[in-house]
């Protein structure tokens, strides 16, 4: 019988990687669960939830990994966890493939299959397992309720007998998922969206939305999709341009939620210190892309500034500040992954090598990082 292990996360990290529902249909496929005691309970999936769906519940992070095949997590696994697993076990986990890189190497070099959920390949078959997507949706959606709660002031417009409340004016800078989420859980609130990208696939995104959409619409504009549909970095002309239109419109904003992301690089900077001096006291920034180093120069990852009034926040991990349906969502991604690993006659692991999914998130086999994208330059 296939066994999957699932311990707890750092203390840092709510979320966790299996849900009372996924345990169910793994029990389902014939695949035995054992959970760390506790490992959900910031899930709200008390052990209690788990044992009820058919998961072993057990005492210690050494007695889940004894002699599992699969290890599932949220965030990397110390090399002590995996080689507690049988050898050769997968690891499926958003890994951080591109950070600290010796602790990578001691992690393949327990001989682990180590499955990196982040580079799940964005094709069709795969929407159900695409971890950056479901994380995103709940990030975008928490950066405005952040937002509206740090900003002290209504986000509709409301006409009451004492006197009108002006509706927020909020400004979403990179439509992409997180953005997307950002600017129809703005709308909900009521307020006034405006929102800002480099690939033009987003104008019409933004308008179904309901927002206006703002952006330097040159011929570099019509060219900034790559073929994987994520922006290219832009030229120097193209950054000057795009900052004289942000520089005027961010002047009149009352919140700003910025998004903005290249696929392994630091994020873009789209606003400057001066365009936060422009700003109302009172404005709010959360700055989501804090974690690459942040799309705002005043941004400080993990924390909550104040310059001249306006608060800038940096979030390092907003799903995770919604772990029910983070963990809930997250939990479904690897399930889905699973399932194309699993022989539902025979109920046993059959990994399919030369599938793109496995091929796209494969980082490392019998101790050797394997992932094109992780070799040393010129290699
Ligand atoms: P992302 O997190 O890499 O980036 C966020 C946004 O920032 C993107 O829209 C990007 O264009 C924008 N951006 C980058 N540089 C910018 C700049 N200088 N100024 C303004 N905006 C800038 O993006 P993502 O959320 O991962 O989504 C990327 C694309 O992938 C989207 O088109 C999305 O719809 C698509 N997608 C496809 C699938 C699928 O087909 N399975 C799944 C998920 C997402």
């Known amino acids: 019988m296939v066994t999957i292990a699932v311990t707890a996360e750092r203390d840092d990290e709510p979320r966790v990687a299996v849900s009372p529902?996924?345990?169910?249909?793994?029990?389902?496929?014939?695949?035995?669960?054992?959970?760390?005691?506790?490992?959900?309970?910031?899930?709200?999936?008390?052990?209690?939830l788990l044992r009820a769906q058919g998961a072993e519940i057990a005492p210690s992070a050494g007695e889940a990994l004894a002699g599992a095949d699969i290890l599932l997590k949220v965030r990397r696994p110390t090399p002590e966890e995996v080689k507690a697993l049988k050898p050769g076990a997968i690891v499926a986990a958003m890994l951080a493939p591109y950070d600290d890189r010796a602790g990578l190497e001691s992690l393949a070099g327990t001989g682990a299959?180590?499955?990196?959920?982040?580079?799940?390949?964005?094709?069709?078959?795969?929407?159900?397992?695409?971890?950056?997507?479901?994380?995103?949706?709940?990030?975008?959606?928490?950066?405005?309720?952040?937002?509206?709660?740090?900003?002290?002031q209504a986000l509709p417009m409301m006409m009451t007998a004492a006197g009108t409340v002006p509706a927020a004016k909020t400004f979403i800078m990179g439509v992409g998922v997180a953005g997307l989420q950002a600017i129809a859980t703005a709308r909900r609130l009521g307020a006034i969206v405006s929102a800002t990208d480099v690939r033009p696939a987003t104008k019409e995104q933004v308008a179904s939305l309901g927002a206006k959409f703002?952006?330097?619409?040159?011929?570099?504009?019509?060219?900034?999709?790559?073929?994987a549909g994520?922006?290219?970095?832009?030229?120097?002309?193209y950054q000057k341009k795009q900052a004289e239109l942000v520089a005027s419109h961010i002047k009149g904003q009352d919140i700003v939620i910025t998004t903005a992301l290249i696929p392994g690089r630091p994020a873009p900077r789209l606003v400057t210190a001066a365009m936060v001096e422009s700003m109302k006291p009172g404005s709010v920034i959360v700055d989501l892309a804090a974690e690459r180093g942040g799309n705002c120069e005043m941004t400080q990852p993990g924390k909550v500034v104040q310059h001249k009034g306006v608060t800038i926040a940096g979030p390092l991990n907003l799903a995770g500040e919604v772990p029910v349906?983070?963990?809930?969502?997250?939990?479904?991604?690897?399930?889905?992954?699973?399932?194309?690993?699993?022989?539902?006659?025979?109920?046993?692991?059959?990994?399919n090598w030369d599938d793109e999914l496995i091929k796209g998130t494969l980082v490392a086999k019998d101790g050797r990082i394997v992932h094109p994208s992780l070799q040393p330059q010129g290699a």
């Open 325 to 351: 349906n983070a963990s809930s969502l997250y939990a479904k991604n690897l399930l889905a992954f699973l399932e194309t690993m699993l022989d539902k006659k025979d109920k046993s692991l059959k990994v």
């Open 214 to 227: 703002i952006a330097v619409e040159d011929e570099e504009f019509k060219q900034a999709q790559t073929a």
């Open 21 to 48: 529902e996924t345990v169910k249909k793994l029990k389902g496929l014939g695949v035995s669960v054992k959970v760390q005691q506790g490992a959900g309970t910031k899930s709200r999936f008390a052990d209690e």
């Open 113 to 152: 299959v180590l499955m990196a959920m982040e580079f799940m390949p964005r094709i069709s078959r795969a929407q159900s397992m695409d971890v950056l997507s479901s994380q995103a949706n709940l990030a975008g959606y928490k950066a405005v309720i952040d937002a509206a709660a740090m900003f002290g």
């Open 230 to 237: 994520y922006a290219k970095p832009m030229s120097a002309e």
